[in-house]
């Protein structure tokens, strides 16, 4: 059977909305994992399959673009599917459609197969054959390296929540990609919105640590690093670079 895009229709509810009565970004982010969850179920690959063989996948970037953001019970429709095989690593691509039919977001994510016992990347190819593509791409992005910030203009700081932690009791990915958007000044973030996130995963957060973001702000850029501080294994678990534009 040919693979085709996963596909849903998602009414914006008055609590998936921020201040602005936008969708807030770590919804649409939950909502994109959650699609590439029942996606991969689909392809008979869900995530009982992948544990079943001791193997699991980890989020290592995200790049979106953002036209703008839905608004509260505006209807949408959402596309996902696989685009693209690497060695070590699966492409999935994400496609938001606004009420009238026009592309709102667009979003491309890499995602590492690792074997869970050894935390080491494994072949694609090898261990999953039979993962299949669509070849299309909505950002034709290699997801190039985020440098790191020449100067600290911001620094917030704040411990990881229970909240923040998912069944593998790490950071959720997308609460990395919320902590990088709220790293800004909050006059600014009120008349702000996203247009371009790159993101890049580099290591795992815990329940309970310390995080710091520094962030260098250039007008409409603002680039992030998100740190753990004051323990004994203090480390860089992601960098941040986005592009804002005034609310529409």
Aim: charged fraction near 30%; include cysteine; hydrophobic fraction near 35%.
């Amino acid at each position: 059977m040919s693979l085709t895009k996963y596909t849903r229709d998602y009414l914006v509810r008055s609590y998936e909305t921020d201040g602005n009565n936008n969708l807030r970004i770590v919804t649409l982010l939950n909502i994109f994992q959650d699609m590439a969850d029942k996606s991969a179920y689909e392809m008979g690959l869900g995530l009982d399959y992948v544990y079943a063989k001791g193997l699991g996948w980890v989020g290592s970037n995200y790049e979106m673009m953002i036209d703008r953001l839905p608004k509260m019970h505006e209807k949408v429709r959402i596309a996902s599917w696989p685009a693209a095989e690497k060695k070590v690593a699966a492409i999935r691509e994400f496609e938001v459609f606004g009420e009238d039919g026009k592309s709102i977001i667009r979003a491309s994510s890499k995602w590492v197969l690792l074997d869970v016992q050894k935390m080491r990347p494994v072949s694609l190819k090898d261990n999953l054959p039979e993962y299949q593509i669509i070849p299309e791409r909505v950002i034709d992005t290699e997801f190039p390296k985020i440098g790191e910030p020449e100067r600290v203009d911001l620094e917030t700081k704040f411990r990881v929540r229970f909240d923040d932690i998912d069944l593998n009791r790490h950071v959720n990915n997308a609460v990395y990609v919320l902590w990088a958007c709220e790293a800004v000044e909050p006059e600014f973030r009120l008349s702000h919105n996203p247009k371009h996130i790159e993101m890049s995963f580099k290591k795992e957060g815990h329940l309970g640590e310390k995080i710091l973001v520094k962030t260098q702000c250039d007008g409409k850029f603002t680039l992030c690093s998100i740190q753990t501080y004051g323990g004994e294994d203090n480390r860089e678990l992601a960098r941040a670079k986005i592009e804002w534009q005034p609310l529409k």
